[in-house]
Nanobody, 130 residues
């Protein structure tokens, strides 16, 4: 299983970007999918997730500004980022939780836990200029 993230770049504060993550797996629709980010010198943190059933969850810092979605026909998950600010500058990572791996975490409602995901993409850099 491979995850290929794309769509990062340089954007001005207040602007928007859309990240994409393509998965090479036949059972994509059954995967928990998430986005995490890591700023220089900081821990990797949860941004958003979408479950196989379609429910979505967000970190408080991005709620109301970011939208996660998935297209199971294209094996792709997206992160639409609006009203970007300098604090959103990070490397963004796409992550996938295979059904057997992630189900225990999802049962505990821990979709924001890095351990719920067993496949990670390479990261894409988002830089927001003020």
């Amino acid at each position: 299983v491979q995850l290929q993230a794309s769509g990062g770049g340089l954007v001005r504060a207040g602007g928007s970007l859309r990240l994409s993550c393509a998965a090479s797996v036949r059972t994509f629709s059954r995967y928990l999918m998430g986005w995490f980010r890591q700023a220089p010198g900081k821990e990797r943190e949860f941004v958003a997730s979408t479950s196989p059933g379609g429910s979505t969850h967000y970190a408080d810092s991005v709620k109301g500004r970011f939208v996660i979605s998935r297209d199971n026909a294209k094996n792709t998950v997206y992160l639409q980022m609006n009203s970007l600010n300098a604090e959103d500058t990070s490397v963004y990572y796409c992550a996938g939780g295979s059904p057997r791996w992630s189900e225990r975490w999802v049962r505990r409602r821990e979709w924001d836990n890095r351990s719920a995901y067993d496949v990670w993409g390479q990261g894409t850099l988002v830089t927001v200029s003020s």
